[in-house]
């Protein structure tokens, strides 16, 4: 079954079981639709799915991917990083180090600038006549990464910044799909086979992707030359703070069942919902599953609590029993009896009334 789910195009994969699309059907993720140049992502039987005879494995969508659904057989982002990291490079290149800037995330640039003395450079000056830049898609999402990279280093203290070059070469980009996989594969040999990959081992049980890991790792390293501004207001595509209105949380728990991280999760008594900001992907299902629309976004949290996944009690609840239906709810005075069963009786009451009463 397993097996199904991924679809292979040469030297690309797509993870079926990981794809929010896939996850909740009412999901409007549509990153890699957006940036693809071939448009290889497709919706067939109203299920996303790779169309292998377009895709050209350029790789310029799985630094989008939240979940890291996408994958390149010749290229690790998360395993670069760390190889990176180990040498005395400054500079990211589709000419030199990696098949395309978009394979990167705003989590790898961060954590490469937390990690290195020196500052990362971004080389853009091949994108503009890039093949896979059709309508300037690639390169505005690359800027977009980079800016946002800088924005998340400004709030965590650090004066260091992922620098853009975009000075143009005299050398032009490569070009055909048999020059894209001989790059993507000598790309593949050169990685170091004695970086550590301790980092990026998880317990099976956990769902967060691992770049998220990677990152909060960075934080821990380089926590003495941080300087953090605290708890700040400054939105990220990539994580998101939850707040819960008590008075109109049901306790269905669905918010936390149907998060595909782990950041939510329902307390031991089932009487309230804990949230951990590290482990938020603002994919925004938590939102969407939420009938009475309860649970919201809040752009400010705390930097210290992202880094060590610290848990925030979101609404804990009184439970008691329903007259009525025997199951428990949340109970906020005045007779015990809930919501449904009070809405029940408010409305359909007529329905049993004797004959003898008519």
Do not use: W
């Not at 109203?46 to 377009?54: Q, V, Y």
């Not at 009786?345 to 009463?357: G, H, L, P, Q, R």
């Amino acid at each position: 079954m397993r097996s199904e789910a991924m679809k292979d195009a040469d030297l690309f994969k797509f993870d079926y079981y990981k794809c929010l699309r896939s996850d909740y059907a009412k999901n409007e993720c549509s990153i890699c639709i957006d940036i693809c140049p071939e448009n290889a992502m497709v919706f067939d039987r109203s299920r996303l799915t790779l169309d292998a005879d377009a895709c050209t494995s350029c790789a310029a969508c799985v630094g989008g991917c939240p979940t890291e659904a996408l994958v390149s057989e010749t290229f690790d982002p998360n395993r670069f990083v760390l190889e990176f990291c180990s040498q005395e490079k400054k500079s990211l290149s589709c000419k030199e180090n990696l098949p395309c800037l978009g394979a990167l995330s705003v989590e790898h640039l961060a954590a490469m600038a937390l990690r290195k003395d020196s500052e990362v450079f971004c080389d853009l000056s091949f994108c503009g006549d890039c093949q896979v830049n059709r309508e300037g898609a690639v390169l505005k999402s690359i800027e977009s990464t980079i800016d946002e990279a800088n924005a998340f280093l400004e709030v965590c203290g650090l004066h260091k910044r992922v620098q853009s070059i975009r000075e143009h070469s005299e050398n032009k980009p490569d070009s055909g799909r048999r020059n894209l996989f001989k790059k993507l594969a000598s790309v593949a040999r050169e990685v170091n086979e004695d970086v550590s990959m301790s980092e990026l081992k998880r317990p099976e049980e956990e769902r967060e992707p691992l770049k998220r890991i990677l990152l909060k790792n960075s934080i821990k390293i380089s926590i003495q030359k941080l300087k953090p501004l605290g708890s700040f207001e400054k939105p990220f595509s990539f994580a998101v703070g939850k707040k819960i209105e008590e008075t109109t949380c049901t306790n269905c728990q669905e918010c936390a069942m149907f998060c595909p991280t782990g950041a939510l999760s329902i307390l031991r008594d089932n009487t309230g919902i804990v949230f951990q900001v590290g482990k938020c992907i603002a994919c925004s299902i938590c939102n969407d599953v939420c009938k009475p629309g309860s649970i919201t976004d809040t752009a400010a949290f705390d930097i210290m609590d992202f880094a060590f996944d610290r848990m925030e009690l979101l609404v804990k609840h009184t439970l008691e029993i329903c007259i009525e239906c025997k199951v428990a709810f949340p109970y906020r005075g005045g007779d015990k009896i809930c919501d449904r069963c009070k809405d029940f009786k408010e409305n359909f009451s007529d329905i049993f009334t004797m004959a003898k009463d008519m």
